[in-house]
């Protein structure tokens, strides 16, 4: 399998020439959806989710909550799947798990969103907006490393409980290269985990 990492929270899959995309939205670029046949949606924010891209790639199939599906009201209801914690599915190849049910707090006076991580392929999970810890083994973890509800020390613990083989920088578009130089030295020194930050349209195979 093959991890591209794009802007902020964008990351495409890619096996066996069949590609699936994760958290398309407004802060990441639409080229990665190109020739992708599916789309994973962790959570509705709009930097995970863009409806105008959806609505521009007619094609793809869709997996999300029930919250973010409500939102697609222009999208062909046939495309999107609505999955929830504990459920597994077949996308473009790949067979996902579904783990967790609700975004971290950004603040006690906000409302909490629904938020689901996915397992992909038994190795790799993206977790979306929250510390979802899975119940086996993580290969490759994508870690998120810049937020409003996070702190280093989070991202830290995180990596330390989850102990992945790799952990890869993820929702890390909010800083600037000075704040990522400082996140990237903290938990490449502090995680236990090979860590690393994948720039824009880079790519590791896992």
């Known amino acids: 399998m093959r991890v591209v990492k794009f802007t902020h929270a964008l990351v495409r ?44 790639h007619p094609d793809l199939q869709i997996w999300t909550n029930a919250a973010v599906a409500a939102l697609l009201t222009n999208v ?19 067979e996902v798990g579904v783990y967790g049910e609700e975004h971290e707090v950004i603040h006690p006076d906000l409302p909490i969103v629904p938020n689901i991580g996915f397992f992909v392929d038994d190795s790799f999970f993206h977790p979306g907006d929250a510390f979802t810890v899975p119940d ?30 790799l952990a890869l920088s993820v929702h890390d ?14 938990l490449g020194g502090l995680s236990g985990a090979d860590y690393r930050r994948l720039t824009s349209g880079s790519s590791v195979d896992i």
């Open 76 to 94: 062909d209801p046939d495309r999107v799947h609505v999955v929830a914690r504990g459920d597994r599915f077949s996308a473009a190849g790949f």
């Open 13 to 56: 899959l890619e096996k066996d020439d069949r590609a699936l995309v994760i958290d398309p939205g407004t802060f990441s670029e639409e080229e990665p959806l190109d020739g992708a046949e599916a789309v994973l949606i962790t959570h509705e924010h709009t930097d995970h989710l863009d409806t105008d891209k959806l609505d521009r």
């Open 173 to 186: 578009g909010l800083m600037n290269d000075i704040g990522l130089g400082l996140v990237d030295n903290l």
């Open 136 to 165: 086996r083994p993580v290969d490759t973890l994508m870690v998120p490393t810049s937020a409003p509800w996070l702190r280093v020390a989070d991202s830290i613990d995180y990596v330390r409980v989850v102990q992945p083989r």
